[in-house]
């Protein structure tokens, strides 16, 4: 990579990490596994630049990035690998003091990864359906089927509680 091409990626990156790191915290859940996914991304992105550079929407092709490695993370190796026998016993669930955000969190986390991708980018990054379907190479009817799976299992995990302002749109 030539200096001003290498100064450009540099700035770039610099100014877009702390976006990068909260789409991928909020895909993965897990701010360490959040920390992997963001310097995948921008070591693929170094290798890819010149050709990253061309495209219309630098921001959205970064971000398709962070997506499809989240996504390609599970067929991977050492995904497989756990450092427990058994899984420790989430944290007990009581009513009083926690918040919803976190509450709903721990329910995203539960949902299928392709899934989760679909409503962290519908919901949380408000995007159409069109460009979800773009970051994530399906169509826009997989983004609505996705959609509606995903909130039904949002729900379904959530019990009772209401997920205001949270609706699938067609």
């Known amino acids: ?16 990490i ?16 959040a920390d992997d996914l963001v310097q ?9 630049w010149r050709r990253a550079q061309t495209a219309d929407n630098l921001d ?9 490695t989240f996504l ?13 026998r058994e899984l420790p016993e989430p944290p007990p669930f009581s009513d009083g003091g926690i918040e919803d955000r976190q509450v709903v969190r721990a329910a995203l986390g539960q949902v299928p990864r392709r899934q989760r991708a679909v409503l ?4 949380f990054y408000d995007l159409p359906v069109e460009e979800v379907a773009g970051a994530l190479g399906c169509s ?29 749109q067609n």
């Open 60 to 68: 959205a092709y970064v971000r398709t990035m962070l997506v499809r």
């Open 140 to 168: 826009a009817g997989t983004v609505k089927s996705q959609t509606a799976r995903g909130l039904a299992t949002l729900r379904r995990l959530l019990g009772e509680r209401e997920l205001a302002g949270y609706t699938v």
């Open 72 to 84: 390609d993370e599970k067929r991977l190796a050492w995904a497989r690998v756990r450092l427990f």
């Open 18 to 33: 702390p976006s990068l790191r909260r789409l991928a915290y909020v895909l993965a859940g897990d701010p360490h596994r």
């Open 120 to 123: 962290v980018l519908r919901f």
């Open 40 to 48: 995948q991304t921008i070591t693929t992105l170094f290798v890819k």
């Open 1 to 16: 990579m030539q200096v001003g091409a290498n100064e450009e990626y540099v700035e770039y990156v610099a100014a877009k």
